[in-house]
T-cell receptor
Framework: AQSVTQLDSQVPVFEEAPVELRCNYS??????LFWYVQYPNQGLQLLLKYLSGSTLVESINGFEAEFNKSQTSFHLRKPSVHISDTAEYFC?????????????FGKGTKLSVKP | GAGVSQSPSNKVTEKGKDVELRCDPI?????LYWYRQSLGQGLEFLIY????????KSGLPSDRFSAERTGGSVSTLTIQRTQQEDSAVYLC???????????????FGNGTRLTVT
């Protein structure tokens, strides 16, 4: 079985500051890793994913996440945030070889960007 | 429609009553998922459909919860004898059969907010 821990429930930052949203996972098998984002009054949508290959993955809006197998982490970073990045961010994991349907989510981190 | 549609968007019901929540996935998506989002609890997996069958229903919290899918399309989540702890946002998602099911992104609906009084 897999589990995901997002230690920070809320992260307030000022506009143009850097941000890191932490995600750690636990799994007895290799995993695929995802970040989903939920903007205010919208449904969840995929932000980025790690499946294999390069451990650094990027989104189209400037976020990046790095898969660190030794630390079982997949932290999300952005060097300079915008007001429009205000949203709730969910880290998710799916184990290889297990139930294909079970995408396990963390409890989410609410990012609040202030002017 | 272009996205996953859920109805109703809001539902208030009395404790002990039964409720049905509906999900219309994106046309052509063979995989369908139900999650529950409670305050401070994140997203809790409930059940997954591939076509009309449910290979994984391990997340259903009790026998009061059931779900079905017909015609490989619409799904209904039914909660019998609702309890106050059932209050949450129920999210439905679907994913495309293209490529590997493992890495196909989930497309979520906006959810049904259930309040049990």
């Amino acid at each position: 079985a897999q589990s995901v821990t997002q230690l920070d429930s809320q992260v307030p930052v000022f506009e143009e500051a850097p941000v890191e949203l932490r995600c750690n996972y636990s799994s007895s098998v290799s995993v695929y890793l995802f970040w989903y984002v939920q903007y205010p009054n919208q449904g969840l949508q995929l932000l980025l994913k790690y499946l294999s290959g390069s451990t650094l993955v990027e989104s189209i809006n400037g976020f990046e996440a790095e898969f660190n197998k030794s630390q079982t982490s997949f932290h999300l970073r952005k060097p300079s945030v915008h007001i429009s990045d205000t949203a709730e961010y969910f880290c998710a994991v799916r184990g290889m070889g297990g139930s294909q349907g079970n995408l396990i989510f963390g409890k989410g981190t609410k990012l609040s960007v202030k002017p | 429609g272009a996205g996953v549609s859920q109805s109703p968007s809001n539902k208030v019901t009395e404790k002990g009553k039964d409720v049905e929540l509906r999900c219309d996935p994106i046309s052509g998506h063979t995989a369908l998922y139900w999650y529950r989002q409670s305050l401070g609890q994140g997203l809790e997996f409930l059940i997954y459909f591939q076509g009309n069958s449910a290979p994984d229903k391990s997340g259903l919290p009790s026998d009061r919860f059931s779900a079905e899918r017909t015609g490989g399309s619409v799904s209904t989540l039914t909660i019998q004898r609702t309890q106050q702890e059932d209050s949450a946002v129920y999210l439905c998602a679907s994913s495309s059969p293209r490529g590997s099911l493992i890495n196909s992104p989930l497309h979520f609906g906006n959810g049904t907010r259930l309040t049990v009084t």
